[in-house]
């Protein structure tokens, strides 16, 4: 089925201001992996999609190195290559990709209204959400000094890199837990530095945790800085910060993995959108499907379990596949 480009723009006074209405089919909100394999199938479908960019066009993955779990790259490639080379596919598809954040959602009513950067409204048939999540940081000033030079926040991403070194996670939930585990497969030593005498992962979890010989937990302790000539060289935590019984604590490593949280990035959706307690947006369990139809979630956004780019963009194609057949139910 063909659809035609819908070009109309309206221009309308809101509270006196003047704002800009574009109607398009199919609105992405994102630029991930999820976002971009989204675009490639909703243009290849004649859905003209409309793509807003985001704050960081690209997603988490052009804050990585190097990529070399996705297939089809035998030899890796880096992170803003990728995200370039996915722009490039979606836009050579006809994608019109934007520089834009979505900075309010209207989602009672088809047609759905999207304002882009407090000042412009898209009016779309449907909406693909693709934020993607964020993950957490200490905010110390080392974590950006060291980023990409030993600070991560995906071990599945980057342990690879610390095969045989000593690294340090630091968090004490079911994720740090699980990149704990998994870095310990890698590396000869974990340290899990965790801020309380307990853990707040799933007892499973920590059990495995505890049993780990390579894995080291460092109860009530908590990380104030990084230092390292090239790259991360070894932390400086602190113990029991705050009693008397605190003391300054150094150790050695080449790794420090952030595992303290993520934060999907569904606020502007919400409360229209159903979302689980931590804000993740909830989909028909193997489906993109949110609570409202004509609007699809693909990605991190809705990922809090696998959180990889080739699991984002399967994902991404769902929602395209979906879009389009929504679409051609109710044209
Ligand atoms: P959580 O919010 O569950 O845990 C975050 C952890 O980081 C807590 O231990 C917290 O400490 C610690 N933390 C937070 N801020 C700081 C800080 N500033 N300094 C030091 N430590 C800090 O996040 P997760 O990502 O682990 O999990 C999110 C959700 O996803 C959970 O529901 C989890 O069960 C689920 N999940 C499920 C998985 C699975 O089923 N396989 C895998 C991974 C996650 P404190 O405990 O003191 O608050």
Redesign the pocket.
Known sequence: MEFKKLTTEVKTVENNELKETEHVKCLIIGSGPAGYTAAIYASRANLFPVMYEGMQPGGQLTTTTEVENFPGYPQGITGPEMMEDLKKQAARFGTDIRWGMASKADLTSRPFKITIDHEKVISAETVIIATGATA?Y??LPDETKYAGQGVSACATCDGFFYRGKVVAV?????????EALYLAGLCKKVYL????N?????KV?ADRVEKKENIEVLWEH??VGLFGENGVEGANLIYKKGTTEEKSVKINIDGFFL????KPNSDIFVPAIETD??GYIKTVPGTPKTNIPGVFACGDVQD??YRQAITAAGSGCMAAIEAERFLAENE
């Open positions: 957490k200490l905010g630091v968090g004490g939930g079911d994720t740090a837990a699980e530095i965790v801020r309380r307990v853990l707040r992962a799933s979890m908590q990380t595992a303290i949280g993520h307690n931590n809090h379990v």
